[in-house]
């Protein structure tokens, strides 16, 4: 949907204002950060086979929420 209409400054305009985050590169957007506290209970295990990097570089989780997933991880890996 965004490369369709990346060329569009009409269309843009209008996609602009439905979504939230930040515009990187003219038309890929960055969703804001969530807090820690606002992701679900068992979301790190959908991602522990993905390369953190990977996904946060697709622009799929904030810094703020990439960190916490990390921080899940680990602590779910550690000795008990």
């Known amino acids: 949907m965004l490369d369709a209409v990346a060329h569009d400054p ?3 305009r209008g996609l602009r204002e439905r979504l939230p985050g930040t515009p990187i590169g003219g038309y890929l957007w960055a969703l804001p950060p969530a807090s820690p ?4 209970a068992g979301w790190p295990d959908a991602v522990r086979g ?3 990097t990977y996904v946060y570089h697709l622009c799929l989780i904030g810094r703020e929420r990439l960190d916490a997933v990390g921080d899940a991880l ?4 550690a000795p008990r």
């Open 37 to 40: 506290a606002s992701i679900r």
């Open 74 to 77: 680990r602590a779910a890996a």
């Open 50 to 52: 993905l390369d953190d």
């Open 10 to 12: 009409e269309a843009m």
